[in-house]
């Protein structure tokens, strides 16, 4: 499966995604890519009803989660009741068909 690359500052260990040219934390430049590991952990979320065109749904859940490895990535939370803390598997799916063409996304849902 297709997934994300993040970084982690070797300076300070603050770790972004996505790529910054320098450390939102420290400033420096020197960076290694780390990929998400084990589980993710809902942090916030916010409910979209006015979507753009090109999504054939009609609410949309974002959030922000977080990895055990601390990366943070936003994308789409498949359920319909999210809450924050909830434990979520990590998934790559169209989020959105632009002329024919499809867009790629993080999707994360609920571990049961
Ligand atoms: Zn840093």
Not at 11 to 36: K, Q, S, T, W
Request: with cysteine.
């Amino acid at each position: 499966m297709k997934t994300i690359t993040a970084y982690r500052c070797k300076a300070c260990g603050n770790v972004m995604y996505p790529y910054h040219f320098r450390c939102l934390n420290c400033g420096e430049r020197d960076f290694e890519p780390i990929e998400p590991q084990g589980k993710a952990r809902l942090l916030t979320y916010t409910i979209l009803n006015e979507l753009p065109w090109g999504i054939d749904e009609r609410g949309r859940v974002l959030g922000i989660v977080e990895f055990e490895n601390h990366v943070k990535a936003l994308g789409l939370i498949e359920s319909e009741q999210p809450k924050i803390g909830m434990k979520l598997e990590v998934g790559w799916r169209t989020v959105r068909v632009i002329g024919g063409e499809k867009m790629y996304g993080l999707s994360f849902k609920p571990i049961r």
